[in-house]
Nanobody, 125 residues
Framework: VQLQASGGGLVQAGGSLRLSCAAS????????MGWFRQAPGKEREPVAA????????YYADSVKGRFTLSRDNAKNTVYLQMNSLTPEDTAVYYC???????????????????RGQGTQVTVSS
């Protein structure tokens, strides 16, 4: 199983980035996908998730309205479009895959089966 995140970089506050996560080694179209981030000295934070079909998306309050998650099952890839970035968004971002359904409430934030390597996002003020 491989989850390869890419698209990170350095951007000024107010700017945008699009992260990609390319998956292989499992049946991508059967898995929900999530993005997490971890800043230095802070705990890992769930950012967003999308169900296997792409019909349902879930966002942390801190990114709602600024980030958009989508997927292309034909390309085994999930995309995280990040707009209106702030220095508080600076972190290592990584994607994860989850076989079980997203469920209700905050269950999208937990129980992922696979996690990939991260990509650094740095937002300057």
């Amino acid at each position: 199983v491989q989850l390869q995140a890419s698209g990170g970089g350095l951007v000024q506050a107010g700017g945008s980035l699009r992260l990609s996560c390319a998956a292989s080694g499992f049946t991508f179209s059967s898995y929900g996908m999530g993005w997490f981030r971890q800043a230095p000295g802070k705990e890992r934070e769930p950012v967003a998730a999308i169900d296997w079909s792409g019909s349902n998306t879930y966002y942390a309050d801190s990114v709602k309205g600024r980030f958009t998650l989508s997927r292309d099952n034909a390309k085994n890839t999930v995309y995280l479009q990040m707009n209106s970035l702030t220095p508080e968004d600076t972190a290592v971002y990584y994607c994860a895959a989850r076989r079980s359904g997203m469920g209700a409430g905050s269950s999208w934030k937990v129980r992922y089966d696979y996690r990939g390597q991260g990509t650094q996002v740095t937002v300057s003020s």
